[in-house]
């Protein structure tokens, strides 16, 4: 069973960076997608940057674009987000995501219901 687990989260001030990672056990697949979604209180878990495997297509919603960058330490199995420019909007739970054996579409891959794994959250606020 794939097992994920996140950290980095924190209190920021605006424009302020953080870089969150997520370890990710008991797979080995070439073919996967991993992501990063975020939910804050009262709103729905939304995408915000997907990591297609192979090929290393990159997809991120429009709210974070030019901000915000995933990769992957293949050596260690580690998925980071690097977020930079961070905005009060952005402050919300960050969840990362697994979805193996599957080759998404880019929209796809910014969809909750394509993944069936998730690790437990870290919290990100961002204060103005």
């Known amino acids: 069973q794939v097992q994920l687990r996140e950290s980095g989260g924190a209190s920021v001030q605006a424009g302020g960076s953080l870089r969150l990672a997520c370890v990710i056990s008991?797979?080995?697949?070439?073919?996967?997608?991993l992501a990063w979604f975020r939910q804050a209180p009262g709103e729905e878990r939304e995408g915000v940057a997907g990591l297609r495997s192979p090929g290393g297509g990159t997809s991120y919603a429009d709210s974070v674009k030019g901000r915000f960058t995933i990769s992957q330490d293949n050596a260690n199995n580690i998925l980071y987000l690097q977020m930079n420019d961070l905005k009060p909007e952005d402050t919300a739970v960050y969840y990362c995501?697994?979805?193996?054996?599957?080759?998404?579409?880019?929209?796809?891959?910014?969809?909750?219901?394509?993944?069936?794994?998730w690790g437990q959250g870290t919290q990100v606020t961002v204060s103005s």
């Open positions: 008991n797979f080995a697949m070439a073919t996967k997608c």
């Open positions: 995501a697994a979805r193996m054996a599957a080759l998404l579409s880019a929209g796809q891959s910014l969809q909750r219901a394509s993944y069936k794994s």
